[in-house]
């Protein structure tokens, strides 16, 4: 097997935990808000909400992956590969209501000393690993906060998660929340990754029928 530096794998996808709104108490306090009234609708007790992050090693080099505010970091190389629109497309139009989806290389994630649970070993399978660090540009970049899927799941940080790891052969079951934990957006992604592969599945190529070049 490739190994990297000292003996680790050459390939380890990781997932980290991280508090909503950690290292900012308004972002916190307005989650626990939003939980406290979506709990209440849904007749059942508040979680904690978790939002999360990627990293992924191939050999030496390190990857961060993650869904961030565009005003956040202001690291110039920070591998920012994809933008979207905040609350609504209209909104979007400002930086001030964009996100960024980065993969870094050689990153850092902000306030990974909050991470809760500790890190998760999701894999070391190289082709996907590989596969998954391909796919992140080509992640939906669908409204943050919004349902535009209608599948009762607003997209987010979570989404970007769950659709990298399900698109790329990942076992998202294997994947464990902390104690008394929510992670919202997560079955967005789930969703947007399930209709990427059904019209994989219907397109011509997938039932070996050569399109004509006239036609693409």
């Known amino acids: 097997?490739?190994?990297?530096?000292?003996?680790?794998?050459?390939?380890?996808?990781?997932?980290?935990?991280?508090?909503?709104?950690a290292g900012g108490q308004s972002v916190r306090w307005n989650g626990r808000v939003f939980e406290a009234l979506v709990a209440r609708h849904q007749h059942r007790p508040a979680c904690d909400l978790y939002h999360s992050a990627l990293e992924v090693r191939l050999g030496g080099d390190l990857f961060v992956i993650e869904m961030t505010p565009v005003w956040g970091e202001g690291a110039a190389d920070r591998?920012?590969?994809?933008?979207?629109?905040?609350?609504?497309?209209?909104?979007?139009?400002?930086?001030?209501?964009?996100?960024e989806v980065r993969r870094w290389r050689d990153g850092v994630i902000p306030d990974i000393g909050e991470a809760v649970a500790g890190p998760q070993q999701v894999s070391h399978d190289l082709a996907r690993a590989q596969e998954l660090l391909q796919l992140v540009p080509r992640v939906p970049a669908l409204t943050?906060?919004?349902?535009?899927?209608?599948?009762?799941?607003?997209?987010?940080?979570?989404?970007?998660?769950?659709?990298?790891?399900?698109?790329?052969?990942h076992a998202e079951d294997s994947i464990e929340l902390p104690a008394h934990g929510?992670?919202?957006?997560?079955?967005?992604?789930?969703?947007?990754?399930?209709?990427?592969?059904?019209?994989?599945?219907?397109?011509?190529?997938?039932?070996?029928?050569?399109?004509?070049?006239?036609?693409?």
């Open 1 to 21: 097997m490739l190994t990297g530096p000292k003996g680790s794998p050459a390939a380890n996808v990781t997932l980290y935990w991280l508090p909503l709104g």
């Open 144 to 169: 943050w906060g919004r349902d535009e899927l209608h599948v009762g799941d607003m997209w987010n940080s979570n989404s970007l998660t769950s659709w990298l790891l399900a698109s790329s052969g």
């Open 182 to 216: 929510r992670a919202p957006g997560w079955n967005a992604g789930l969703a947007a990754a399930a209709r990427r592969s059904a019209a994989a599945l219907s397109s011509p190529a997938a039932c070996g029928i050569r399109v004509p070049s006239s036609r693409l």
């Open 79 to 99: 591998g920012v590969v994809l933008e979207g629109p905040v609350g609504s497309r209209w909104l979007g139009r400002s930086a001030l209501f964009r996100y």
